[in-house]
């Protein structure tokens, strides 16, 4: 895995990755597993050369929760969601917007993020075994978001397994 891995579910944008150094960052080998010290590090970087960029948050969370550090990976969450919200004038907490679908057109930049940090978010719960509140999440997600843009289903689809599993 490289750097770059990290933002395949939130790329950034073309226009901000022109320098070589940034360049040379994102296709720095790295190992989630057994030295996240480095692949934290060397996001860190990047965030600091994009100044703080919803995306690198998303890769952050995302480095955070595969290396079982879940703590910092529920903050960077709820932070894009809180910054991601404010982009298209959304609460933070999710529980607070309407059970209605959004445009799958619309489904993009901030908004996308927001979406996605909400299967972050369940994701995350499931691996720290929060199984009601993923459910409780992933429930939200899929009246936001009914196509399926952002792969909810599948975190989805783990949450009612572990259900069913705990009820038998």
Request: glycine share 6%; proline share 4%.
């Amino acid at each position: 895995m490289i750097v770059k891995d990290l933002f395949a579910d939130a790329p950034l944008p073309a226009d901000k990755v022109t320098s070589m150094a940034l360049q040379q960052l994102l296709r720095e080998p790295i190992n989630v597993n057994d030295d996240w010290q480095r692949a934290e590090n060397l996001l860190l970087q990047v965030d600091q050369a994009l100044g703080g960029r919803l995306e690198t948050k998303v890769a952050l969370y995302k480095m955070y929760a595969y290396s079982n550090r879940f703590e910092q990976s529920f903050e960077l969450i709820h932070q894009v969601l809180q910054q991601g919200g404010a982009a298209i004038d959304w609460p933070a907490d999710w529980r607070q917007l309407p059970d209605q679908a959004v445009d799958r057109a619309l489904i993009k930049g901030p908004l996308r993020l927001y979406l996605y940090s909400m299967k972050a978010l369940g994701f995350v719960s499931l691996r720290s075994g929060q199984i009601e509140q993923a459910v409780e999440v992933l429930n939200k997600l899929e009246l936001l978001d009914p196509a399926d843009e952002v792969g909810g289903s599948v975190v989805r689809g783990m949450a009612e397994s572990l259900l069913e599993a705990e009820q038998d």
